[in-house]
């Protein structure tokens, strides 16, 4: 039996005390957050007139003659693949950023907001699943199979290179533009405007005055962490695992395939300087020249089969909308959105939103899935389907970090700062701006199929389709609503309370005659008895600050996190060693339930995912919240919880702890051998366990 820490766990001298914060009831939904906010009250009822023309047109038959002026067009075909270009980087500052960058190069030394791209860069689409085990070990080749989930269009090689890029100008665009030179090359450097800032040699031996020796290692280096073909199709498959012993994930670590996952994301950017430098302050665009780097996430055929197959209902699940002579018009019908219906709204002119791709594209729910875990709050996504030379949307900001992934076609988009501090990383997003609100855009580009673009809360966008095709894209959003002032509306409230209940100066009465000096009418006063309660006050403060549940309050906001998550994509796999494809089942040939099987000490166990679950005191209990039963709909069901006694609360704790370890059962922290079993075995009938090994029955004929 293994031996164990003599660490104390907060839970073993629990007592029961109320100190968990109060949820906020916050209903709003990141799922349908990535773009643009609902229409407000006042706008539908300025909107009622049009709808009710458009209802009774629609009661008529079709709705070509409500919008004669919009030219029809029919769902275009992908222009041609563009031949191999290198991937251009541009990294997008804020307008006082961009005045400060003035200075000569000499002057600045090397620019902080272009990325260093590596000599040859790994770019990977994850179209197609080549049976990857979990462990990192390569597992003979599959079979070929004709099935293929949704969004997929090719089983050709997921991997394609980019040709070298290098360092830019820190001008009000960094560009990046490498030679075509099939050699080698040195970096060149341009501005945003493609003007050559110095020359480099191109003798092979020499590249920017370095031994050549020592840029291979640096490019070795940089390659190490590279989007792999390997890592993309592991963590996000677009076909379930095969089940097989050798394929199980005894070190599976759902928080670093996170990791790689958006690496693969923001490729060739590196996370770190992405945080560092670009997240929260700044856009980011990447135009990578790969027309399939994005795809398999999804497609227009793709939403074609779900309006088929699929209850699609207006505004519940998808909107309609134009944006033409500055006014935004939303045009949905009651009731459910039939393909017929839909494809002639597209026909005349309109956008098509779908506001919960996740809940019926496995591909989109698989990605939002692992990236949750990454940025440890809840992560949705809407798609947007544009007809050509239209636009849907007005002018606006969000409250949601955006990352726009161009699927097909092309669109043309402008992004503008805010317009004033209070603006910057709003909580709320915007109403419509006409172009008089607007100044001067920070960037003015085109997406094609495979480029991203990233930008703040707070930055004005508005995006429009070219002429010449449709355009596809998904928003992947996140961030909403989990910032300190967040984590301080759950905390100051209940450090008030704490105060109160146990500091008995909270509780002492005011002054007799403080509202003759104190109030808005005497806020130009200054005498003794106002600074005297002045004082007063920031004394208590100071006070309350000691009693802040901090822990507390975090917990709450991962227990909200927890009830905004989507479930997890488990791979066959971990099916076969958790209760959710393991153990008992009916033999149709024997006509008995067979398998049964039973946890032993020497049970190799470790939760599922990393941040399926989240233990905390609440309500004079120690809880167990997960995801595992959650629905792809936001908020469909309540909050799940496993209600455990403050006993068998540190047995949890090892759990999470040791994660992505396995441990034994028996060296779960706890008295007994039963309890560590009983343990064991409630959370794996949960869902929440994995097993090192499948569990062996306790006979060929349980019955």
Not at 167 to 181: D, M, V, Y
Not at 379 to 397: D, R
Not at 591 to 604: F, H, K, L, R
Request: proline share 7%; aromatic share 6%.
């Amino acid at each position: 039996m293994m031996s164990h820490s003599k660490k104390v766990s907060a839970f073993s001298v629990f007592k029961g005390r109320k100190d968990s914060a109060s949820s906020l009831d916050s209903r709003a939904s990141i799922r349908k957050a990535s773009s643009s906010q609902s229409i407000r009250e006042d706008v539908k009822k300025a909107l009622d007139g049009k709808g009710k023309k458009l209802m009774k047109v629609l009661k008529g038959g079709s709705l070509r003659s409500s919008l004669r002026n919009t030219p029809k067009s029919r769902p275009t075909i992908l222009p041609e693949p563009q031949g191999d270009h290198p991937v251009q980087l541009t990294s997008v500052r804020s307008t006082t950023d961009l005045e400060e960058d003035q200075g000569t190069l000499q002057d600045r030394g090397r620019p902080l907001s272009t990325p260093v791209i590596p000599k040859q860069i790994s770019a990977v689409r994850p179209t197609r699943n080549q049976n990857i085990p979990p462990s990192g070990k390569r597992s003979p080749p599959a079979p070929p199979t004709e099935k293929q989930s949704p969004g997929n269009r090719s089983n050709r090689s997921s991997i394609e290179t980019a040709t070298p890029l290098a360092e830019a100008s820190n001008k009000q665009f960094s560009s990046l533009k490498p030679s075509k030179h099939k050699k080698t090359p040195s970096p060149r450097v341009s501005d945003g405007a493609g003007r050559h800032i110095g020359k480099n040699k191109r003798d092979g031996a020499e590249v920017d005055n370095k031994p050549a020796k020592k840029k291979k290692k640096d490019n070795s280096e940089v390659q190490m962490q590279d989007c792999s073909t390997e890592e993309m199709e592991h963590a996000v498959s677009f076909e379930d695992e095969s089940t097989s012993s050798s394929q199980l994930p005894y070190m599976f670590n759902s928080g670093e395939e996170a990791r790689k996952i958006f690496e693969c994301l923001i490729h060739p950017v590196k996370p770190d300087k992405f945080f560092r430098e670009l997240w929260e302050r700044k856009p980011l665009l990447v135009q990578r020249h790969m027309a399939q780097y994005n795809d398999g996430w999804f497609s227009t055929a793709e939403l074609d089969k779900i309006l088929r197959e699929e209850n699609i209902q207006f505004s519940t699940n998808l909107d309609v909308t134009t944006f033409t002579n500055g006014q935004r018009e939303t045009h949905n019908p009651v009731g459910r959105a039939f393909p017929s219906v839909v494809w002639d709204f597209y026909q005349n002119g309109c956008s098509v939103r779908l506001l919960n791709p996740q809940t019926y594209s496995r591909n989109v729910w698989k990605l939002l899935s692992v990236l949750q875990e990454y940025f440890n709050c809840c992560v949705g996504a809407n798609v947007y389907l544009t007809p050509p030379g239209t636009q849907g949307f007005a002018p606006h900001y969000d409250d949601i970090e955006a990352f726009i992934l161009q699927l097909e076609g092309r669109k043309h988009w402008r992004l503008y700062s805010p317009r004033t501090d209070n603006e910057v990383l709003p909580r709320l997003s915007s109403g419509n701006f006409s172009e008089k609100d607007l100044g001067k855009p920070i960037l003015d580009t085109v997406l094609d199929p495979g480029d991203l673009l990233y930008f703040p809360r707070g930055t004005i966008h508005q995006g429009n389709c070219m002429e010449d095709t449709h355009s596809l894209h998904i928003t992947v959003s996140c961030y909403q609503k989990n910032t300190w002032g967040d984590l301080f509306e759950k905390m100051v409230p209940r450090a008030l309370q704490i105060a109160i209940d146990e500091d008995v100066e909270f509780r002492r009465g005011l002054p007799r005659e403080y509202s003759s000096y104190m109030g808005i009418a005497n806020s130009d006063m200054d005498g003794a008895p106002r600074n005297l309660f002045l004082k007063k006050v920031e004394q208590l403060m100071v006070r309350m600050i000691q009693h802040l549940p901090v822990d507390s309050a975090c917990d709450q906001m991962a227990k909200s996190f927890i009830h905004d998550s989507l479930p997890p994509v488990l791979s066959d796999a971990e099916k076969a060693f958790s209760v959710h494809g393991s153990g008992e089942h009916w033999d149709k040939e024997k006509m008995c339930v067979v398998g049964t099987a039973e946890m032993e000490p020497d049970t190799t166990i470790k939760i599922i995912r990393k941040g399926i679950l989240r233990l905390l005191t609440e309500e004079d209990e120690v809880r167990i919240y997960h995801s595992l039963e959650n629905t792809r709909l936001y908020h469909e069901i309540e909050p799940t919880f496993i209600q455990i006694s403050s006993e068998v609360a540190p047995a949890v704790e090892y759990l999470i702890h040791s994660y992505p370890k396995y441990v034994t059962v028996e060296s779960l922290p706890l008295p007994s051998i039963d309890q560590r079993i009983d343990v064991a075995s409630m959370l794996y009938e949960k869902g929440l366990l994995l097993t090192g090994e499948q569990l062996l029955p306790l006979d060929e004929d349980s019955s």
